[in-house]
């Protein structure tokens, strides 16, 4: 029943390796999000798709790759894992970004640890 | 910075005792909203004021929005252990498309 999913919840790999991040929203929303949140809490947006369709890109490497099948799964793909990158990573969606009053619902995180 | 930014950062409180925390910001917006974050869980939505509001109110928490300040608080009433949390304001510029988190206020309720 969980509205928001994303696997897996802890990634613990070695600096250079390539990792994925896969998120399922059963919510039917149009709009997915990936955000990033550092040691201190600070929640950074990455990427939005709007039914598959990118409609926000901040200033993320290119070595993060978001993939969307169809608008209910948002995958994350990363190249080339630096120890920067080590943060929690959270998947959210929303029933149509465009609409400012719109909740996000969150998954639950996934704790990327790069050694 | 189009962010908001919570104050205090930190809050610790006794059990039954109310909890604000203060969110400013720079912009012109749509509407803010408040999130809770448990330890090591996703966030979730609390409460959402429009521009156009000045106070509301949902079980225990009372929100209100000052935008000639460009303020708003989140008070949390007859606090509980389960209250516990970070708490964060996310804010959506007026015409904008993201909506932008701040840092948080780490809210610790005493038993």
């Known amino acids: 029943d969980t509205a928001v999913s994303q696997t897996p919840k802890y990634l613990v790999t070695q600096m250079g390796n390539d990792k994925s991040i896969k998120c399922e929203q059963n919510?039917?929303?149009?709009?997915m999000y990936w955000y990033k949140q550092d040691s201190k809490k600070f929640l950074k947006i990455m990427f939005s798709?709007?039914?598959?369709?990118?409609?926000i890109n901040e200033t993320v490497p290119n070595r993060f790759s978001p993939k969307s099948p169809d608008k209910a799964h948002l995958n994350l793909h990363i190249n080339s894992l630096e120890l920067g990158d080590s943060a929690v990573y959270f998947c959210?969606?929303?029933?149509?970004?465009?609409?400012?009053?719109?909740?996000?619902?969150f998954g639950d995180g996934t704790r990327l640890s790069i050694l | 910075s189009q962010q908001g930014e919570e104050d205090p950062q930190a809050l610790s409180i006794q059990e039954g005792e109310n909890a604000t925390m203060n969110c400013s910001y720079k912009t012109s917006i749509n509407n803010l909203q408040w999130y809770r974050q448990n330890s090591g869980r996703g966030l979730v939505h609390l409460i959402l004021?429009?521009?156009?509001?000045r106070e509301k109110h949902s079980g225990r928490l009372r929100v209100t929005l000052d935008t000639s300040k460009k303020s708003s608080s989140l008070l949390i009433t007859a606090s509980r252990a389960a209250d516990t949390a970070s708490y964060f304001c996310?804010?959506?510029?007026?015409?904008?498309?993201?909506?932008?988190f701040g840092a948080g206020t780490r809210l610790f309720v005493k038993a």
């Open positions: 996310a804010l959506r510029n007026t015409g904008g498309f993201k909506t932008i």
């Open positions: 004021i429009r521009s156009n509001e």
């Open positions: 798709y709007n039914n598959k369709e990118l409609i």
């Open positions: 919510l039917g929303h149009d709009t």
């Open positions: 959210a969606s929303s029933q149509d970004g465009s609409r400012s009053n719109q909740p996000q619902h």
